[in-house]
Nanobody, 114 residues
Framework: QVQLVESGGGLVQAGGSLRLSCAASGIILRFVTMGWYRQAPGKQRELVAVIPSGGSPNYADSVKGRFTVSRDNAKNTVYLQMNAVKPEDTAVYYC????????WGQGTQVTVSS
């Protein structure tokens, strides 16, 4: 069974950087398409980045140019590098298979102070 554990969240000032990690077991990430999602209070969960098994990553317009998704095959981990963060990036961030999700993990909280 797939297990996905997000980590790396925390408090960061606007304009700063943060790297989120998604460690996987029960699946080989380089063979699947993974997505990073976020959900802010009072808002729907949204897809922010996708890294395919092959091909180029894709990003939501709201994060394009600021966030970068990558994969470390040796560690079976995907990352979300967040640069130039904004207060509106504040949310719980999740990783999951895309588009057919497995069980959602606990996510990792990112809070951006203004």
């Amino acid at each position: 069974q797939v297990q996905l554990v997000e980590s790396g969240g925390g408090l960061v000032q606007a304009g700063g950087s943060l790297r989120l990690s998604c460690a996987a077991s029960g699946i080989i990430l380089r063979f699947v398409t993974m997505g990073w999602y976020r959900q802010a209070p009072g808002k729907q969960r949204e897809l922010v980045a996708v890294i395919p098994s092959g091909g180029s990553p894709n990003y939501a317009d709201s994060v394009k140019g600021r966030f970068t998704v990558s994969r470390d095959n040796a560690k079976n981990t995907v990352y979300l590098q967040m640069n130039a963060v904004k207060p509106e990036d504040t949310a719980v961030y999740y990783c999951n298979l895309h588009p057919q999700h497995d069980y959602w993990g606990q996510g990792t909280q990112v809070t951006v102070s203004s």
